[in-house]
C-alpha cells in the first residue's frame, strides 16, 4: 500500500494518491501553488472519463512512442506536475527511448530547478539538462524567463514530449518547428489542438502505455514506426476522446443514445 492512512478500498484511492504526490511536491518545492490549480483541471476531466485509458489514447500514445524512436533528437521537458506525479516513468521512458530529460518551468526559478533535477537523479536518471548557466538560451515566442531552454536539449531537439503544459509553450516550440508531443487531458486546451500528437490520458498512465508500447516497438523496422507516425491523425483522434467525454457525459445525466466506453 502506497499511504497507510488512505485505504486501498476507497473508491477515490488513486486520485487521492496522486493529490497526495502534487501536495508533497509542494512541500519539496517542486511543484509551485499554481500547479495544484492545474491538477484539479486535470482531475476534473479525469473524472468524466472514468480515470481509464480510452482506445483514442492508446493509439495516440502508440504514435508518440514510434515518434520518439524515429526521432534524430528527442527531447522529454519535465515540470514539477509531471515530476511529482510520474518522475520515476519518465526517467524510464528516456532511458528505454535515449530520449534527453529536460528541466522546463513556466514558473522559473533555479532552486526549483535543480530540486527537480535532483528528484530525477535519484529516481535513475543519467544526466538532467537545466536551461541555467552555459546551457541557458532564449526561445523566442515565450516572455521573460518562460523562454529559458537548453542549447544542448530543447534548442537542438526535433521531437519535444511535453505534459501538464500550458499553450504558449507548444506554439512556441511548433513555431520554432518541432514535432511536439503532448500527454494532457484537456482535448479543448491549446496545448492538445496545438501538438502534433495529443495523448488524453493522466500522466501515469499515458507514459505507463509508452513504456511498454517502446519495448514492444524498439525493434520494428524504422519504416514500420514511421507508417505508424504518418497514418496518426490529431484532429481525428481528438475529436473521438471529445465524443466519449460527450457520452460519458450523456450516461451520467441518463440520457439516452449515449454510447457506454467502460
Ligand atoms: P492551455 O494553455 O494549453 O489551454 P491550460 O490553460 O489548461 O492549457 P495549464 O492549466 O497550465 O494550462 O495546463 C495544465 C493542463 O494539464 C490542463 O489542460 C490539464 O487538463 C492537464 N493536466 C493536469 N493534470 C494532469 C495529469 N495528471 N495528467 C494529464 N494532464 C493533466
Known sequence: MEDA???????RYWSLIKRRRIVEGYRRGIVVIDGLISHGRGEAIDYIIGEVTHQPALEA????TASLLTASRP?????GNSAA??????????????AV??????????ERAYRIRDHLMELG?????VPDGEEKVYMEGLKSERGRVCRNGILAADTVLVSIEDGDRTEALRAAGKRVLAIDLNPFSRTAQRANVTIVDEIERALSNM???SRELRDEKKEELLRIVECFDNALNL????????DRLGLMAGLEGCEDYD
Open 85 to 98: 506525479l510520474a518522475g520515476g516513468l519518465i526517467v524510464e521512458l528516456a532511458a528505454i527511448t535515449g
Open 101 to 110: 530529460l529536460e528541466v522546463n518551468l513556466f514558473h522559473w526559478s533555479a
Open 5 to 11: 492512512t488512505i485505504p486501498e478500498s476507497h473508491p
Open 75 to 79: 527531447v522529454i521537458s519535465v515540470n
Open 211 to 213: 513504456i511498454r508500447l
Open 61 to 64: 500514445a502508440k504514435a508518440a
Open 239 to 246: 475529436s473521438e476522446m471529445i465524443g466519449i467525454i460527450r
Open 125 to 129: 536518471a543519467v544526466s538532467v539538462l
